[in-house]
């Protein structure tokens, strides 16, 4: 298993930096494009000989950014589901946290009104860090569980595709008919998501 968990727990102190946090703040305030470097190194406090040896371009800090949050977004769902329920629950718990989470994030709302060109991609396209990071999270989790004897032999990697494939379309077009109210996520996520990972 990957412990890919593990793994982003290990790197979030070394992700709480600076330059990081400047942005975050100045892309929450101002959006993307009008955020310089010379913005996030007023802001984060550090010389631009700093910021440039950490992150070349400001495609690099805003990839960084994203990745991060993309990262504490799957450590805050974790947290909310309980790894000794049974899978059912632990899939329902998942999808309900994911979708609170999506509805609260300011960052995403933010972007995606002013620099969707650029967080797009980010989110959704094949190749995407962010897609892949949920797929990875979702994968260990079912390897997990698999591992526990506690669900039946099957392709890991495809269902966690199409889970994070599905989170994804709710990250950028959160408007549609299937619920997104904390119970209504819940029996959707009972009564049709459950049906792709069988015990």
Known sequence: MRNLVEMMLTS???????????ARALFLEFGIRRTTMGDVTRRAGIS???????????????????QREARRFILAVDGRVDKSADPEQQLVDGWA???????????LRRLLETDAETLLPQIVSAGGPILALG??????????????GRLADFDADQIAEILARL????????????????EGAREFARTHLARLTPG
């Open 48 to 66: 631009s000989a700093t910021l440039y040896r950490r992150y070349p371009g400001k495609d690099a800090l805003v990839g960084a950014v994203i």
């Open 135 to 148: 797929r990875a999270y979702i994968a260990d989790n079912i390897l997990r569980l698999q591992a526990d």
């Open 12 to 22: 979030a102190a070394v992700e709480d930096e600076p330059a990081l946090d400047a």
């Open 97 to 107: 946290a994911l979708i609170g989470e999506l509805s609260g994030n300011a960052l």
């Open 167 to 182: 989170a994804a379309t709710f990250a950028v077009v959160p408007v549609g008919v299937i619920p997104l109210d904390p």
